[in-house]
């Protein structure tokens, strides 16, 4: 469910115009990718395991 | 064993807390003079029935075919309300990336799935694109056994709203099983399972065992899975079954799970002996779900899993067949739906377990010939029923709201017969002549399931049936990463076409790299850890330069050009989570497909070759060419409806805001 956030009008006003050139559909959008975006870099894959991507692949039944 | 019913009934699932705050805004509301308002929605929300059905890999053509046929006579009713029939596809059309479009109802900027695997810039290595296990932390020691105090789990790589979380959110009881890119299930209040991304038990999407005396089965090479030789001995085998290492314990053995195959003298039977359970088979006879579990520290920590064993052969050899360990939905050993104990009352609710693997058709086992397309059938119909049942118990307690049902029927059957039913295909002659009306009898299946949903359904009640993607032929393969050498995009160190995931590159004078099924990215400077191209006018030119001479390509073998589009990341994808996407996204031609190694970051030395394999059809190519389907009992008002419109679509038929983050159009 939506929430609001207080902003100052200032960085409103910027991160409006940023969001535009920058191909988002609103301000909100862009100001809830930059939390996401933060969020998951706490949880970014810790390591990479390139074994694991070849067994689930071979799973899937994709490549043999 | 007793049956007891899942209600669908919106009030026995609500908590107290829910309670208490729908008392407040009814009270509220009353307060206001908004009450008859309220209550109507409400009235409007449980009354009203929305059936979303997904077939997998149904293809527009391929069921026009059938219907002109008249072998599909429900789904030709559906599609007598509509003159549309295709589904605009995501880019690329990969079944991760389709669904996870539909379910955002938004492209793969917003959900940040691009692909099967992504690929780490720093480090050029692949990683899941839908899910990411993470280990244990802060564990304790005892004995030979370490405890961990906040134990490891898996996460959803997916991002954004579902749109049930917004039906859900407006007060629509929503039941979702086994959409893909929602394992783990995300959270939520609508009851989910969760379904293609589901591991097994061992963690893969899939292992199966085969135990046998025969030696002449190529074991070496075995991909999917893993065959143990055996040595009868006094009329029976002993063996065990491979499950997880044991990660409670210092040294990580395998889990295994021993079992005894006695077998009789004169008849062709046996009488398998596993964790207290007996089972007498006779030879091509499948077993029932068998539980297994694996003891990690006794008596304190255990994993259920389940498996089904078809005895295929006692003599002159023993072969015996044991499915992937799949996740037991009576006692789950993963998150694998909500809420988490929605599995184990379905499966209480339906007298036993069903399937939880993802994709739980073992086409790696029919691949290898360890699987007769017989076998394969039977047990993928056996499945097919499991799964069916699910969608006829929930239907039989629906009262109102939205419910989805998978089935990956047709997607399958169409990866693994499509050489048997395409006289055109280099391996056509030799599959067996019984499995060229295979792709066909899916279809034929799922039409009745649609038939018996419409009894389901009154006149205001909505049905709508939709595919992610349609189907290919897979002829030939394209070695991406060769044609990058080739032109001197990609540089080697030396030429090793066993060497994966780019161990050979040199990346001081690499400027791209392919990975994954559609994927193509710039070595790009200050991104990739090697990165030569600078961010820019000097990228541009490099991705200006690579579009033109990929469609300019030419298969040497046969002269066709193999690529008939080449997308751009910046033209295709919003910006959200572009930093994850391909530079570009290869649209193959039908007929072709990224290989095997360039999935995987290889370069073989030739740079097509064909495709042997009895994974003979496949979608991972132009969107343009592989549209899906979509079919309803309501009147189709847009002309061009595509996947991102599905989430507005059901929001609409309640009408509830969609996702915020949703960029679809309610096409009814």
């Given at each position: 469910?939506?929430?609001?956030?207080?902003?100052?009008?200032?960085?409103?006003?910027?991160?409006?115009?940023?969001?535009?050139?920058?191909?988002?559909?609103?301000?909100?959008?862009?100001?809830?990718?930059?939390?996401?975006?933060?969020?998951?870099?706490?949880?970014?894959?810790?390591?990479?395991?390139?074994?694991?991507?070849?067994?689930?692949?071979?799973?899937?039944?994709?490549?043999? | 064993?007793?049956?007891?019913?899942?209600?669908?009934?919106?009030?026995?699932?609500?908590?107290?807390?829910?309670?208490?705050?729908?008392?407040?805004?009814?009270?509220?509301?009353?307060?206001?003079?908004?009450?008859?308002?309220?209550?109507?929605?409400?009235?409007?929300?449980?009354?009203?029935?929305?059936?979303?059905?997904?077939?997998?890999?149904?293809?527009?053509?391929?069921?026009?075919?059938?219907?002109?046929?008249?072998?599909?006579?429900?789904?030709?009713?559906?599609?007598?309300?509509?003159?549309?029939?295709?589904?605009?596809?995501?880019?690329?059309?990969?079944?991760?990336?389709?669904?996870?479009?539909?379910?955002?109802?938004?492209?793969?900027?917003?959900?940040?799935?691009?692909?099967?695997?992504?690929?780490?810039?720093?480090?050029?290595?692949?990683?899941?694109?839908?899910?990411?296990?993470?280990?244990?932390?802060?564990?304790?020691?005892?004995?030979?056994?370490?405890?961990?105090?906040?134990?490891?789990?898996?996460?959803?790589?997916?991002?954004?709203?579902?749109?049930?979380?917004?039906?859900?959110?407006?007060?629509?009881?929503?039941?979702?099983?086994?959409?893909?890119?929602?394992?783990?299930?995300?959270?939520?209040?609508?009851?989910?399972?969760?379904?293609?991304?589901?591991?097994?038990?061992?963690?893969?999407?899939?292992?199966?065992?085969?135990?046998?005396?025969?030696?002449?089965?190529?074991?070496?090479?075995?991909?999917?899975?893993?065959?143990?030789?055996?040595?009868?001995?006094?009329?029976?085998?002993?063996?065990?079954?491979?499950?997880?290492?044991?990660?409670?314990?210092?040294?990580?053995?395998?889990?295994?799970?021993?079992?005894?195959?006695?077998?009789?003298?004169?008849?062709?039977?046996?009488?398998?002996?596993?964790?207290?359970?007996?089972?007498?088979?006779?030879?091509?006879?499948?077993?029932?779900?068998?539980?297994?579990?694996?003891?990690?520290?006794?008596?304190?920590?255990?994993?259920?899993?389940?498996?089904?064993?078809?005895?295929?052969?006692?003599?002159?050899?023993?072969?015996?067949?044991?499915?992937?360990?799949?996740?037991?939905?009576?006692?789950?050993?993963?998150?694998?739906?909500?809420?988490?104990?929605?599995?184990?009352?379905?499966?209480?609710?339906?007298?036993?377990?069903?399937?939880?693997?993802?994709?739980?058709?073992?086409?790696?086992?029919?691949?290898?010939?360890?699987?007769?397309?017989?076998?394969?059938?039977?047990?993928?119909?056996?499945?097919?029923?499991?799964?069916?049942?699910?969608?006829?118990?929930?239907?039989?307690?629906?009262?109102?709201?939205?419910?989805?049902?998978?089935?990956?029927?047709?997607?399958?059957?169409?990866?693994?017969?499509?050489?048997?039913?395409?006289?055109?295909?280099?391996?056509?002659?030799?599959?067996?002549?019984?499995?060229?009306?295979?792709?066909?009898?899916?279809?034929?299946?799922?039409?009745?399931?649609?038939?018996?949903?419409?009894?389901?359904?009154?006149?205001?009640?909505?049905?709508?049936?939709?595919?992610?993607?349609?189907?290919?032929?897979?002829?030939?393969?394209?070695?991406?990463?060769?044609?990058?050498?080739?032109?001197?995009?990609?540089?080697?160190?030396?030429?090793?076409?066993?060497?994966?995931?780019?161990?050979?590159?040199?990346?001081?004078?690499?400027?791209?790299?392919?990975?994954?099924?559609?994927?193509?990215?710039?070595?790009?400077?200050?991104?990739?850890?090697?990165?030569?191209?600078?961010?820019?006018?000097?990228?541009?030119?490099?991705?200006?330069?690579?579009?033109?001479?990929?469609?300019?390509?030419?298969?040497?073998?046969?002269?066709?050009?193999?690529?008939?589009?080449?997308?751009?990341?910046?033209?295709?994808?919003?910006?959200?989570?572009?930093?994850?996407?391909?530079?570009?996204?290869?649209?193959y031609r039908a007929g072709y497909r990224a290989s095997d190694e360039t999935a995987l970051g290889a370069a073989p030395l030739t740079v097509?070759?064909?495709?042997?394999?009895?994974?003979?059809?496949?979608?991972?190519?132009?969107?343009?060419?592989?549209?899906?389907?979509?079919?309803?009992?309501?009147?189709?008002?847009?002309?061009?409806?595509?996947?991102?419109?599905?989430?507005?679509?059901?929001?609409?038929?309640?009408?509830?805001?969609?996702?915020?983050?949703?960029?679809?159009?309610?096409?009814?």
């Open positions: 469910m939506a929430a609001k956030i207080e902003i100052g009008k200032d960085l409103l006003k910027r991160a409006d115009e940023h969001a535009r050139a920058a191909g988002y559909s609103s301000v909100s959008e862009f100001v809830a990718h930059l939390i996401e975006r933060e969020l998951a870099g706490a949880a970014a894959p810790a390591a990479d395991n390139e074994e694991q991507a070849r067994k689930r692949l071979q799973g899937l039944g994709y490549i043999d | 064993m007793r049956k007891e019913t899942v209600s669908g009934n919106r009030h026995e699932r609500m908590t107290r807390r829910e309670f208490g705050k729908s008392a407040l805004t009814l009270s509220l509301a009353a307060g206001l003079g908004a009450a008859p308002f309220a209550c109507a929605r409400r009235e409007r929300t449980q009354k009203n029935k929305v059936v979303l059905l997904g077939f997998d890999g149904m293809d527009p053509d391929l069921l026009g075919k059938l219907v002109h046929r008249g072998q599909a006579p429900n789904l030709e009713k559906l599609m007598r309300n509509n003159t549309v029939l295709k589904l605009a596809t995501s880019t690329p059309p990969q079944s991760p990336v389709a669904w996870a479009d539909a379910i955002a109802g938004a492209d793969p900027g917003v959900h940040g799935i691009f692909d099967f695997i992504h690929r780490n810039p720093e480090t050029y290595s692949p990683y899941l694109s839908t899910s990411e296990a993470y280990p244990a932390t802060k564990k304790i020691s005892a004995g030979k056994y370490r405890i961990p105090l906040k134990p490891g789990g898996v996460r959803l790589l997916r991002r954004g709203a579902a749109f049930w979380d917004a039906l859900e959110d407006a007060g629509v009881p929503c039941t979702v099983f086994r959409i893909p890119s929602n394992f783990p299930p995300s959270k939520g209040r609508a009851r989910t399972v969760s379904g293609m991304g589901t591991p097994d038990l061992l963690g893969g999407y899939g292992s199966f065992t085969c135990f046998t005396t025969d030696y002449a089965v190529n074991a070496a090479d075995m991909t999917g899975g893993q065959v143990r030789f055996v040595n009868p001995a006094a009329g029976r085998v002993d063996s065990s079954i491979p499950g997880p290492p044991n990660e409670f314990h210092f040294e990580e053995p395998p889990g295994e799970v021993p079992f005894t195959v006695f077998f009789d003298r004169s008849n062709p039977v046996a009488r398998l002996d596993l964790q207290g359970q007996s089972v007498i088979l006779k030879t091509g006879e499948w077993s029932r779900w068998l539980s297994i579990t694996f003891e990690n520290v006794p008596h304190l920590v255990s994993a259920s899993g389940m498996v089904r064993v078809l005895l295929q052969e006692l003599r002159p050899h023993f072969r015996m067949y044991v499915s992937p360990v799949n996740i037991d939905p009576r006692a789950p050993a993963m998150p694998i739906s909500t809420p988490p104990d929605y599995a184990a009352q379905l499966a209480r609710a339906l007298g036993g377990p069903f399937s939880t693997l993802g994709m739980p058709e073992d086409t790696k086992a029919l691949d290898h010939g360890i699987l007769s397309d017989d076998e394969y059938r039977h047990i993928a119909d056996q499945y097919h029923q499991e799964l069916t049942a699910v969608l006829f118990h929930n239907l039989d307690h629906f009262d109102g709201g939205f419910l989805f049902h998978y089935f990956g029927d047709t997607d399958l059957g169409s990866h693994m017969f499509w050489s048997a039913f395409d006289p055109e295909h280099p391996m056509h002659e030799r599959r067996d002549k019984k499995s060229r009306d295979a792709i066909y009898d899916y279809y034929r299946n799922l039409d009745r399931i649609a038939g018996r949903v419409m009894k389901y359904l009154g006149p205001d009640d909505t049905l709508m049936i939709m595919s992610d993607h349609g189907f290919a032929p897979f002829y030939r393969a394209v070695n991406l990463n060769t044609w990058l050498k080739d032109n001197e995009f990609l540089g080697l160190t030396h030429d090793d076409p066993e060497a994966e995931f780019f161990s050979n590159a040199d990346w001081s004078v690499s400027r791209a790299y392919a990975m994954g099924f559609n994927g193509l990215y710039v070595n790009e400077q200050g991104r990739e850890g090697g990165g030569i191209v600078p961010p820019g006018p000097e990228k541009e030119k490099l991705l200006r330069q690579l579009q033109g001479m990929l469609l300019e390509f030419k298969d040497p073998e046969t002269g066709i050009k193999p690529i008939s589009s080449v997308y751009r990341a910046t033209e295709v994808y919003s910006p959200r989570n572009r930093d994850l996407a391909p530079d570009l996204v290869i649209g097509t070759a064909v495709n042997e394999r009895k994974w003979s059809g496949d979608h991972c190519v132009d969107p343009a060419h592989v549209p899906g389907v979509v079919l309803c009992n309501k009147k189709i008002k847009a002309r061009a409806p595509g996947l991102r419109d599905i989430a507005a679509t059901m929001c609409a038929r309640f009408n509830a805001p969609p996702p915020g983050t949703s960029r679809g159009k309610n096409i009814l």
